[in-house]
């Protein structure tokens, strides 16, 4: 509601009075970014405009200030402005109580008091032409505010803590510590700080902005602080909970959702609580422009799920007056979307300490857990999966409460799910989290795009709902979540069989052992990490005639015995997904039907070929075969020579053959969509035994390539020009090949971002291949130096060149370089340096530490071939 509050004479938290030759572009403009950070508004003296007498402005701006910062420093006394604003401060403060906190910045307090030392000389020579009456007002002042408990700089190791202890004064006396409620929030002053830029103070304009996250990660917690934090700025404040959305539409929950009578009720509602008004009656929707488009008003919505709502109450940025600011939290990033909002910001999971921290918190009252129980604490914070809702209630769990803690959070994250609109976007969330979580995007979405799911569609429902997100092109999905969705798929029948996705071992091995398995088994999920030996009789899957997802997986890389003495009987012909790590038979079933594979992935299995026949593969997009090194021949399922095989060639996405027994490839393979290709340590010899080793294989692969990973090539001795027009890569490895001497030059790839040909025993000279390189890895080449141009690379933030042995000089001007942070030259042994002879085998050197040395020893300490 409406708080006493003049618009034409702002209000501050903080007014500083300092000396600017002193500290102006030092400690006081940390100490302003510090109290910015915390949202405490602070006068500026240059913010003064220039039609305003300034005398009347500092006097003002004093008494329109709750605390008074008085900066005695060195040449304090030597302003008179400084003087007089000190009179005006200590006559705020016996008027009407204004706060005062002085910082003695490198001076005796004693000094002050008593004007004595230089502080005491300057005073005197700045009260030569003054009245004595007007020199004991000064003295009076001085003493008074020295007298005052403050922050001695002198005292302090450390000046960016004392900054903060300072700020964290202000913020107390200011009453803004946050409430009781959210005491143990850890980290809610970094999501102030960051949420304060979003919010753009400063600015007269009216800004809209969200708190977007999933359900329990703390959006609500984060909103009341900032509410309590920025209420006090404004003419008006609200924060509207679903309680009072709930109160405000009772009487109209059998309406259409846009029902006229409803919103004015709404507005009716909205404006008797920001007015301070009871009982507000309106006859049409353009009252709350008419009442607001003159205020400054702080409008908090919490919790929204209902668009008409937030069209109702904050339709147009033009309602409210200059300086409004508007806050929609919200789970569903879609609302803020479609009503434009473009400033978000994503409340995202604490790190692994501050989750450990929250817990403690709430388990202990203090911030790190009893010795001996740091080991219990870490496990309950990480099966909380770090959600802040999750740490809250099971923190309370480890205090002794006796309640049933999950179902509780289970609860609360349910929500989310049951608030999808369809079947379908449900559907997609259980695929995720019981088979697809941790993938890539664009692998989920060619395994589902087939179905009739809408997963382009359904997918974005997911991350705007925050049941999802998406970083660096792989899904994550929230461990409490995940084993929701599992929860859910588990409930649908006692019987595993019934079920549409296994993921349990324990129920996996049942149904495979005892053919129990049903058309309603869509995905089986395997981990056999956890076992030593895998029972499948020959038609456990003969049953399973829709299923679409198989995975028998390792992540430690263990061997397990596959107890399936001739291989699988049957496989059903829906497949997409077929991974099978460490398959011991050495041909796949014969009369199976792979034409609906997208992703085919069979590593360190020992199959000779896959099987016989010629199929039409054309929606395969990823072939990872790494590691089966009696593999013979590459795609051996398909005669090279008939038409069907550039089917598949025309639509593959990835192919890994690592470690495989490949022999040749057909001159007619042509790889028109392939954007990752890795071939390294291949078991056969003849594969690489051509003059030109790679000619061919480049000419067959499509410009569209963004990875290339090769090595173990001794028959390589130049790479071929032709990878010129292979201008999208993005990683090109070459790695291992003894007698590669020659990189082309004249070639630019402007998307190349990392270039390895480390182990390239007789490249000497620096390759000139891409000046767009980030990473660039040379290490044992016979390169001799780093030449001059080096300073082209720009975008270099990464050079490992160790083990060169011939490598004998670095041009300086590798200090140009500001992105560079690492960079490794040892066991260079020809590489002459007294800085380095010292330390020879550092294995990195930071931009930090290596620049300044570089550009400090240019003219002295040097070598004469350091150029």
Known sequence: MFSSYSSRNRIFDVFLSFRGEDVRKTFLSHLLKELDRRLVSAFKDNEIERSQWLDLALKQAIRNSRIAIVVFSKHYASSSWCLNELLDIVKCK???????????????????????????????????NKTEDDIRLSQHALTYIANLVGFHSQTWDDEAKMIEEIASDVVCKLNLTPSRDCKDYVGIEDHIAKFSLLLHLESEEVRIVGIWGTSG?????IARVLYNRLSRHFQGSIFIDKAFISKSMKYYSTSNADDYNMKLHLQENFLSKILGTKGIQIDHLGVVEDRLKSKKVLIFIDDLDNQVVLDTLVGQNHWFGYGSRIIVITKDKHFLRAHGIVHIYEVCLPSKELALEILCRFAFKKSYPPEGLMELASEVASCA????????VLGYYLRGKDKDDLIKIEKTLKVSYDGLNNSKDKAIFRYISC??????????????????????????NLVDKSLIHVKEDTVEMHHLLQEMGKLIVRTQSVEPGEREILMDSKDI?????????TKNILGISLNIDEMDELHIAENSFKEMCNLLFLKIYTRQKKEVRWNSPNGFDYLPPKLRLLRLDGYSVKHMPSNFCPENFVKLQMQESRLEKLWDGVYSLVGLKNLDMWGSEKLKEILAFVRVWLISFPDISANILELDLDGTAIKNFPSNLRLEKLVHLSMCRMKSEQLWKRVRPLTLLVNMLSPSLTMLCLSNIPSLVELPSSVLYLNKLTHLRITQCINLETIPTGINL?????LDLSGSLRLASFPDISTNISQLFLCETAIEEVPWWIEKFSHLCCLRMNGCNHLRSVSLNISKLRYL??????????????????????VATTRHNIHPKLLEEASTSLPDDFV
């Open 821 to 842: 942070e690492i960079i490794d030259f040892s066991y260079c042994r020809s590489l002459v340096r007294p800085s380095w002879n010292d330390c020879p085998s550092v």
């Open 217 to 221: 990660i703390g959006k609500t917690t």
């Open 509 to 517: 091995c049942h149904v495979l052992n005892n053919n129990t398995g």
């Open 750 to 754: 402007l998307h190349l971002y990392c």
């Open 435 to 460: 088979l697809f979580n941790g993938e890539k995007v664009s692998s989920i979405k060619q395994l589902l795009e087939d179905s009739d799911l809408g997963i382009n569609i359904g997918f974005n």
């Open 94 to 128: 016996d008027e009407f109580g204004q706060l005062v906190i002085p910082i003695f910045y490198g001076l005796d307090p004693s000094h002050i008091r008593y004007q004595r030392g230089d502080f005491g000389e300057l005073f005197q020579k700045t009260c030569e």
């Open 385 to 392: 999966g770090n959600l802040p809702l999750g740490l809250n």
